[in-house]
Nanobody
């Protein structure tokens, strides 16, 4: 069984910073891509940033230059450093990972439970 556990959300003023963490645990053979999505009220879930195992990253245009995604493969953990936060960054942030469980020949997509990020103006 595989689980993603997120932490680090909260309330911050505009211009502030937050760091999100997401640790994958369980019967993991390998992890390919790890990333962060967000969903604001009344909106669809959208990609924020993704990092593949080799380190290549991709960001949504709205967060480029403000957010940085990184991962620690030894800890099966992905981070999202969010700087210069804006009220429009307010959303529930979800961790996502493409994982091959031990004993499986295919990868599966997993989601965390979500963590609230609220940016006040």
């Amino acid at each position: 069984q595989v689980r993603l556990a997120e932490s680090g959300g909260g309330l911050v003023q505009a211009g502030g910073s937050l760091r999100l963490s997401c640790a994958a645990s369980g019967s993991i053979f390998s992890i390919n891509a790890m990333g962060w999505y967000r969903q604001a009220p009344g909106e669809q879930r959208e990609l924020v940033a993704v990092v593949i195992r080799g380190g290549k990253t991709n960001y949504a245009d709205a967060v480029k230059g403000r957010f940085t995604i990184s991962r620690d493969n030894a800890k099966n953990t992905v981070y999202l450093q969010m700087n210069s936060l804006k009220p429009e960054d307010t959303a529930v942030y979800y961790c996502n990972a493409d994982i091959r469980p031990i004993g499986s020949s295919v990868n599966f997509n997993y989601w965390g439970q979500g963590t609230q990020v609220t940016v006040s103006s």
